[in-house]
């Protein structure tokens, strides 16, 4: 067998130990209750944007097609004036954790794919608990902390809430790592 092959117990056990740590995060620990607000004027920013019928995805305010747009006048004013953000529309109707859960579990499941097919090319068999540690904390990491930061960088998410989600990516990537330095074939 492969030593990829023999990284199946690691792989679904991080994977369910990261679901259950996120699952703590946010319904224990719950740091996060802070990071969405209220719009102050939010019946009309509803109504204003149901009178329109958007399709669900994601929008800009203002928007331009492309960058030639952004230099007109125009655009440049609305920029000056604000709001400038993204908003992003789901389908109406209640929210359902299922769905969202089961992506998120698959997430993790695909996350703890990656890192084995990393590991099993970087570390031998029978390598030491703190070598496979490292390794595989450190791929970890990148996934699920600083994947986090590009959407700050971009897009306009607060620092505070980056920063958070990338506190929980090291939870998540020591869980990880302890798991497959645990696991790892001897």
């Not at 998120?104 to 703190?130: C, D, K, M, N, R």
């Amino acid at each position: 067998m492969s030593i990829l092959g023999a990284l199946w117990l690691p792989i679904v056990l991080s994977a369910v130990l990261v679901f259950v740590v996120s699952a703590l995060v946010h319904m224990v620990l719950k740091y996060h209750t802070s990071d969405y607000r209220r719009l102050p004027t939010e019946d009309a920013v509803r109504a204003a944007i149901r009178s329109g019928n958007p399709e669900p995805g994601l929008y800009a305010v203002p928007y331009a097609g492309d960058m030639k747009a952004m230099e007109t006048p125009e655009m440049k004013q609305k920029y000056v004036e604000g709001p400038v953000g993204l908003l992003t529309l789901r389908r109406p109707g209640p929210f359902t954790m299922g769905p969202a859960l089961t992506q998120w579990f698959l997430f993790t499941v695909l996350v703890s794919l990656f890192v084995a097919y990393v590991a099993a090319h970087a570390i031998p068999p029978g390598a030491e608990y703190l070598h496979v540690f490292r390794v595989v904390g450190a791929v970890a990491f990148l996934t699920y902390g600083l994947g986090q930061l590009p959407a700050a960088i971009w897009m306009g998410k607060p620092w505070s809430m980056a920063a958070k989600e990338a506190f929980d990516g090291l939870l998540y990537a020591l869980v990880t790592a302890g798991t497959f330095g645990w696991l790892w074939p001897r």
